[in-house]
């Protein structure tokens, strides 16, 4: 028990993607070691980083229990990235964590669109 509670400690440590566990207002409340080197000084909340639609698509997601379409792809305009967003829930559903990993423009702007259609 005491080494799958230690794994699940050093998790987002152990990701080269972005990995943000926040709560249910958008704020950080733990990150990473790679996302705090990827965002640097910048202040990040869900809601900055995923925009408003999404971040609303990911409550509403976690309320029910469920998740976002698994081609959710969001465009960083401070960092000029795409990332394809997936999530879970959080301690009783009241933090989120959030599963960021980059993708090319290319993808990124073809993934967006189609849900636009």
Known sequence: MQRHVESRAAF???KPDPVFRVDLAGDVVRMGTHTRAIFGD???TAPS?????VWQQVLDANAAGTSIALDTAVYYKSLDVWFLVAHSAGE???LVNLYLT???AELGEKL???HHQ
């Open 112 to 114: 967006a669109s189609s």
């Open 12 to 14: 987002p440590d152990t």
């Open 49 to 53: 980083i995923l925009g408003e639609q």
């Open 92 to 94: 009783e559903r009241k």
């Open 42 to 44: 910048r202040t990040v």
């Open 102 to 104: 980059l993708i090319s």
